[in-house]
């Protein structure tokens, strides 16, 4: 193994490697390279000549790669909202389609400065509750989730941004650990059915993330049975594209003020907010 490497050279033998295994090898090759020396893609562009060392690790990374660990875990960095959070295997790694849930929560909020408390279920990395946080500097945030190991990596990402004193972290299932009035329930909820066969990439994130039920969406029932009983006035959530009338089934002869569907970038329907 040589001392030094030329950065150049050390992009075209990782794409080299991904090519036979993953869709864009030279698109990630970039990312990873640019994660493993914390360095902008400018830097990258301006700096193909220059020497890099010590990369064992870098060969790690691409080895596990090629076994089809998801990028962001290898890396442990994932961007949403256009921001970079911390990301490991124990949190799912958040989709782009999730900003729209983003962006259902701020239509609904008429004013930034609301003094509302917000909670979330399946808090996972912790990216919503922060993003969401960061819009509306008033509210008092208490993220929820089942997994201890989440909690741990929405802890570093909830540090990271300085919401400490914003964001109450509790372990438990569903609303379970909430006494609280709530004004607006936001979830990403597991919304696949049990035996529905997933990519291979998917098998290293948590499963309890993945899978909701045998039908796929009794935890999304669960949640509307709990708005609807503590008349939670708003509750905005992400679903599977096949749900819509599921859940417009639920809820008839239910009491109710407004529920409207959202789409995702591709056009399926993805998630809804139920107004009670």
Known sequence: ???????????????????????????????????????????????????????????????????????????????????????SEGALIPRPETELLIDEVLKNVKSVDAKMTFVEVGVGSGIISIVLAQHFKNAKFIAVDISQAALDIAKVNIEKFGMQERIELRLGSLLEPIDEEIDYLVSNPPYIADKTPLESNLSYEPQNALFGGVIGDEIIKELL????????????????????????SYLTNQKFECLTFYKDYSDFDRGFTLIV
């Open 1 to 87: 193994m040589k001392d030094t490497y030329i950065v150049k050279e050390v992009l075209l033998s990782i794409t080299k490697t991904l090519k036979p295994f993953i869709e864009r090898p030279a698109k990630e090759a970039q990312l990873m390279l640019m994660a493993f020396l914390k360095v902008d893609e400018l830097w990258l562009l301006t700096n193909q000549r220059s020497e890099i060392a010590d990369i064992q690790k870098l060969f790690k990374w691409v080895d596990a790669r090629v076994k089809n660990v998801p990028l962001e875990y290898i890396t442990n960095s994932v961007s949403f909202y256009s921001q970079e959070f911390y990301i």
């Open 225 to 248: 049975a709990q708005v609807l009983k503590r008349k939670i006035n708003f509750f905005t959530c992400e679903m599977g594209y096949e749900q819509k009338g599921k859940i417009q």
